[in-house]
Structure formats: C-alpha cells, structure tokens
C-alpha cells in the first residue's frame, strides 16, 4: 500500500514525468527507486491499480478513447506502443469482440495514466499486461478503441405455456454471447419487428419468425425476470444469416416486461439426392421443390450446405464440388445462393435464392459426403441365423444397433463378409421373408450392400445408407459357429495385470461379454485362457460393444472357444441396469478378478 500511494504522488507531480515499469500478473513489492523498471508486482495490488476500463466519447458502446480507473482515479492511454494486442485484451476485459487501434477519439481526454502498453492478447484485462505508469505521451496522443459486439453463440426459445401449434416453436427468446451466459433480449423502442423474428428463427436453425405478445410465451405463474437481459435495440435487415450480423446494443437498459418472444416454423423437409457419382456418397445435387426435381446452381454454395446435405442422406462431412464434375444436369435450376450456418436439419431452413437466370448447368453444384462405417453386426434374436442389424459410425447410441441391413441384392458374398465380421467361420444368405417389426422401423437402413466376398468386413464393401428397406424386407445370413481367437484383461488397476473388463476377439473385432449366465464355473475357464489359475466375477464399466452372450463351460475347458455362446442380442434388453442382489443379468460388461500364479 506505501508503494501504491507513492505512485499516485508520482502521477500527480508535475514537471518530471517519471515512469515506472509494471505487470500485474507477478510483481514483487515496488522498489524504493520508482524510476527503475519493475518487472512484475503484486497481483492484487495489479488488480487494484488498473480496476476498470471505459471506452467515452466514440458515439456507441463500441467504440472510443480509453480511460482506465488507476488507483481510483480515472486517466488516458498514451498511444505510443498500444498495438492491436492490447485493444484485443480491452475488449475483452469490456465482453466484446474484435479490437483495433483508433486515432479518432482525442478530444476531452483526462490527463495520462498509463502508457507503453505491452499485452499477449490472450490476458483477460490489462491488469495482466505489462505497462508503464506516466503523466507524458511525447509524439502521441490519447489512444481510441474499436470493438465489436459479442457474437451470439447460441440461442433457444424458453416456453412455458406448454401450448403451441403444430410444425411450430414458440417461446422467450434467449441468447448466449460470446464469453457470457445466457440471457434475455428485450425491446424497449418497439423496434422488434417481422424482420428481426425472421433472423432470430434463422439462428435457431428455423424458419418463418413471428414477435408475440408477452401473454403469448408467458403465464402469470412464473412471470419474467429469470434471467439477465443480454441485448437490446435490436435492427436486422432480414437477409442476416444469424443475428450476430444485426445491430444490437449489450447489457440494455431494459425492464423484464420487455423481453422478447417469437414463434417460428418448423423447415418443411426438401427431399435430396446425388446422381451420377462414382459411389452412392457423391454425385450431382438434385433437390425437389414445389413437386419437382431440378439441380443447384453452385454460385453462392457454401461447406455448410454440403453438410446439411450429406446429414440429410445419413452421412456424414461434405463437400462441395463446383463446375459440374458429375456432370451437367438436364432438369432446370431450382437454387442458387445456396448458404447454410451448418446446423440446420433441412435446407429449407438455409439461405437460398429461387432467381437462377445468370446460372447455367456448367455451374451445378456436386456433393462429396463420407459414408458412416459399418463398426459391428448383431444377429437379430440371437443364435447363428436371423436378420443383420449394424451399428454405423458416429450413431449416438453405442450399445443399441440402430441400422437395418436391407436384402436388395445382398447375395452369398455378401453373406460371407457378414458372417466373418462375426467372428463365424462361414454363412450364406437365408431365405427373404418379412423383417419382423423392430427391423422395419430402425431409423436407418444400409442399402445396395456389394461385395467381392473376400473382404473383413462390410465396411469394406460398397453400400448406400437409407431411410427404409424396400418390400420391407431385411438381410438374413445362416453363420457356421464362431470362434473366440484371444482373450483380454483391460481397464483395471495399474500394477495389477490380472484384474479388469474381459475382452474377447471374435472374427476380426475385440468387444466385450454380456454377464448373461456368466458365473464362476465360466470366471475360471476365462482366468486359465489369459495365464492364471482361476477367479471370480468383478465389475469394471462401460466398455467396448458386446460380441457373445450366454457363455456357457462344464469347468475342465482351458479357453472360452471350448464353450458354447452365442453372438445375440439379448443382453441389450437389460443394458446397464442397476446390479440385481438376486443375481438376475443386468446386461453388464464381464470383469474379472484372476488369482493364481500365472502360466
């Protein structure tokens, strides 16, 4: 504190104009000869020294000369040194964006506090920086600031009227901003209008956009006030791609009687296709509009719209390919200026223009997606026969085969792959009949499944992901017996090889056992095939996909492929459920605890 009020007598002595060198991230107690340089100082009394910074005289919150609150006392920024380093770090420490240097804002400044600002840029307000205290700027003037408004980051509609029409989402608008939390948008001008709906439902990955009455997305039983009110003054043109290209002030002035509700559509579903590409996963984009198919123009056509495409088609990346190198379409142009943020489900929800006239089909846009591998097979109902279920790279569910494989010109081949990515020693294709109800309604379905048959397993092969089988009818495969090739202990305990989760390779995947008539007799054969005498039953989570259930050994076996098995699914209809005390299977991954001298 004596060192702290000894700079203040300095600052406010005139006619000698000493310096004094300081960073507020780590400063020792100040030398008693101020003029020395002082690499580093307390940070609580850094903190204390440079409390506040304001941007006065710029017209807008925005922008402005830079005062900073040093030891209490308001003061400018000399210019010499201040780079775009430090207005980053000042627009930070204000919650804005952006940040440059500006020469616009000079008159009316208060005396000099700081100078010779030296910042990283990635400090979170100029306490943290390097700078220099002093009453002179010889050759500079006071230094100006242009910031940005903090981006939305992300918005959502809170609604608790629990009513709202069907293909429609109504509610409070709230936004989260750049480095804040979430909050409110209020409209105390009245200026939120139609066009500013419109924008605010394109950023929430939506279409249409209508301001409703307060009563409309609030009842009088959990009324406003919930949440801070982030911004105000909002004004959009209509064509904004999100509302972080609108006007819009911070931290308004507003009451919670002002906030903001809108209800927006859901984007009606555009059917989409790629035609004439080398594999089901890229080709010429073709949409279907108003009853009819016709191509899209690639002027305007972002990354983000092959992305809304290729999710659209169950795929997943995306990329456009300009200047028709799948060829030039005959169906007339649809679209043009096709822009997409990414996130939307549909592509009625993107920016999009319906005036193709300066487009030719030189210019039509082609997709390139990335096809979701195959990862697993199930047989559904269990045992060696019955109709394949996948599981697909990046499906959210891990443990739960969300994708039908479709019978369309699945042949022997095919049913050979199929069955040696089960771990089976052969198979061949059984006889189509109708899938049962839990096949026909899989969210998904892999069509068109060709292979060469020698193949691993079916990611290797060709095949296309759709929405449905045709004829509702699903692959069947009838496998020869499996065979487990290793075993593995993973997940325990460092320094204690013998406990863990057990593994199992099957085929040519390693997944986990299901604890389905798992018991003791089947722990010991499993401890003697990994190298010791014998064991018990332990728990050690989550792990890799089941791969075989219902193990079952007499005891004498001295590996699990001596025992019978069975490469089902019904341990996915207990997954994971609380551990019974009667010993019923809760659809848990096998773990051991193996004892015994090693083999």
Not at 78 to 105: E, N, P
Not at 143 to 160: E, F, K, S, T, W
Not at 531 to 536: A, E, M
Request: hydrophobic share 35%.
């Amino acid at each position: 504190m004596k060192a702290l009020a000894c700079l203040l007598i300095l600052m406010a002595a005139s006619g000698h104009g000493t310096d004094v060198w300081l960073r507020g991230a780590a400063a020792a107690p100040l030398p008693e000869d101020l003029s020395v340089p002082v690499d580093g100082g307390d940070d609580r009394v850094a903190a204390a020294m440079v409390s506040a910074v304001r941007l006065v005289g710029g017209g807008s919150p925005l922008q402005g000369r830079l005062e900073t609150n040093f030891g209490g006392t308001w003061g400018a920024v000399c210019s010499i040194g201040f780079d775009v380093k430090d207005a980053l770090v000042v627009c930070r420490q204000l919650r804005l964006a952006g940040g440059a240097v500006s020469a616009k804002f000079t008159v009316g400044a208060l005396p000099y506090a700081l100078g010779n600002m030296q910042c990283h840029g990635d400090e979170t307000s100029l306490a943290g920086c390097r700078f220099k205290t002093t009453n002179r700027c010889k050759g500079g003037r006071p230094v100006g600031i242009i910031c940005r408004n903090a981006p939305v980051v992300a918005a959502r509609l809170y609604d608790n009227t629990y009513e709202r029409p069907e293909g429609a989402q109504r509610g409070r608008l709230e936004v989260q901003l750049l480095r804040r939390g979430w909050g409110t948008v209020c409209d105390s001008a009245g200026t939120f209008g139609k066009r500013e709906a419109t924008v605010a439902c394109r950023t929430l990955n939506l279409t249409g956009g209508v301001v409703l009455r307060k009563s409309e997305f609030q009842n009088s039983e959990q009324c406003c006030g919930i949440r801070p009110i982030l911004m105000g003054n909002v004004k959009c043109k209509g064509g904004e791609a999100s509302l972080s290209g609108c006007s819009y002030t911070t931290s308004p002035k507003c009451t919670p009687e002002q906030e903001v509700g809108v209800m927006c559509d859901e984007p009606p579903p555009v059917q989409v296709r790629l035609v004439n590409g080398k594999a089901s996963n890229n080709g010429r984009l073709e949409v279907r509009v108003g009853g009819k198919w016709g191509t899209v123009c690639g002027t305007g056509f972002n990354q983000a719209a092959a992305q809304v495409v290729c999710r659209k088609l169950n795929m997943t990346g995306g990329k456009p390919r300009y200047g028709a190198v799948y060829g030039k379409g005959k169906l007339p142009i649809l679209l043009s200026n096709l822009r997409c943020r990414g996130g939307e489900s549909e592509l009625s929800a993107c920016l999009f223009s319906a005036s193709t006239k300066q487009c030719t089909h030189a210019n039509d846009v082609g997709v390139a997606c990335k096809l979701p591998k195959i990862t697993n097979l199930v047989i559904y109902g269990g045992g060696l026969d019955g109709f394949l279920q996948a599981f697909v790279e990046g499906q959210q569910d891990p443990y739960y085969p969300t994708t039908t494989i479709c019978a369309d010109g699945f042949t022997a081949r095919e049913a050979r792959v199929a069955c040696r990515m089960l771990g089976m020693a052969g198979g061949e294709v059984a006889p189509a009949v109708p899938a049962p109800l839990p096949i026909v309604t899989a969210p998904k379905a892999i069509t068109g499944v060709k292979c060469k048959g020698n193949e691993g397993d079916l990611s290797a092969c060709t095949y296309a992901i759709n929405g449905f089988c045709k004829n509702r009818r699903a692959a069947g495969v009838i496998c020869e017996p499996a065979k487990i090739t290793r075993a593995r202990l993973v997940g325990g305990p460092k320094g204690h090889p013998n406990w863990g989760r057990l593994e199992v390779r099957v085929g040519s995947q390693f997944g986990s056992i299901c604890d389905l008539n798992f018991g003791d007799v089947e722990a010991d054969v499993a401890c003697r095939q990994v190298g010791y005498s014998s064991g018990r039953l332990a728990s050690f989570g989550k792990g890799l996909p089941f791969v075989i259930e219902r193990v079952s050994c007499f005891g004498n076996e001295t590996s699990l492929s001596e025992c019978t098995f069975t490469t089902g699914d019904d341990c996915r209809r207990y997954a994971y459920q609380p551990p019974d005390p009667m010993g019923n299977p809760t659809g848990t991954p096998v773990g051991l605890y193996c004892t015994g001298a090693p083999k």
